[in-house]
């Protein structure tokens, strides 16, 4: 199986701030990845598709990118409504495999 | 607009059944694939299956393999999770979403397993 491995697990950031979160894929997944951010009590939101395209509705100031087997999400100028818990998933191959998950919180 | 909604959660003791329920409306259900990821509480999102449009391809998480059925009745637009042998482990909300973009997420169905 496909390991994603997310780092932070935790992220202390202030209003403004530039964050990065990371997944590293144990194997070649090629762009099969995509990042989700969820809110408590909420549905998780897809936010990118296909490592580096933004997914309908979601504010420019998200991006995500790859090199090689490390995928990243990053968040310009940070806002409130940005803070939760963000995701990746890996949709290469079955069984489809998430990350543990970051959460960004205010510092 | 697209809309998703899972029932038949509750509270079931361990060993018991429980069948799931999706209800699409607002896209042909039957031109895409659907999927079952769940959540157990204060934990991350894991994968549980997913099946083709057509029935034809059915995947499953080890840790369910076995025991839970995935299954869809375009007719009634209806995803469906057949969940046997439930354990403590398979306590979560459990979402459905659509097709391989996971655009569409439903609010979920809470499922406790206790006794």
């Known amino acids: 199986d496909i390991q994603m491995t997310q780092s932070p697990s935790s992220l202390p950031a202030s209003l403004g701030d530039r964050v990065t979160i990371t997944c590293r894929a144990s194997?070649?997944?090629?762009?099969?990845l995509r990042w989700f951010q969820q809110k408590p009590g909420k549905s998780p939101r897809l936010m990118i598709y296909?490592?580096?395209n933004l997914a309908a509705g979601v504010p420019s100031r998200f991006s995500g990118s790859r090199s090689g087997s490390d995928y990243s999400l990053t968040i310009n100028s940070l806002e409130s409504e940005d803070m939760a818990i963000y995701y990746c998933?890996?949709?290469?191959?079955?069984?489809?495999?998430f990350g543990s998950g970051t959460k960004l919180e205010i510092k | 607009e697209v809309q998703l909604v899972e029932s038949g959660g509750g509270l079931v003791q361990p060993g018991r059944s429980l069948k799931l329920s999706c209800l699409a409306s607002?896209?042909?259900?039957?031109?895409?694939?659907m999927n079952w990821i769940r959540q157990a509480p204060g934990k991350g999102l894991e994968w549980v299956a997913s099946?083709?449009?057509?029935?034809?391809?059915?995947y499953y998480a080890d840790t369910v393999k076995g025991r839970f059925t995935i299954s869809r009745d375009n007719a009634k637009n209806t995803l469906y999770l057949q969940m046997t042998s439930l354990r403590s482990e398979d306590t979560a909300l459990y979402y459905c979403?659509?097709?391989?973009?996971?655009?569409?997420w439903g609010q979920g169905t809470l499922v406790t397993v206790s006794s």
């Open positions: 979403a659509r097709g391989g973009s996971y655009y569409y």
């Open positions: 607002g896209f042909t259900f039957s031109n895409y694939g």
């Open positions: 099946i083709s449009s057509s029935s034809s391809y059915i």
């Open positions: 194997q070649d997944i090629g762009n099969y």
């Open positions: 296909g490592a580096t």
């Open positions: 998933l890996q949709h290469n191959e079955y069984p489809l495999t």
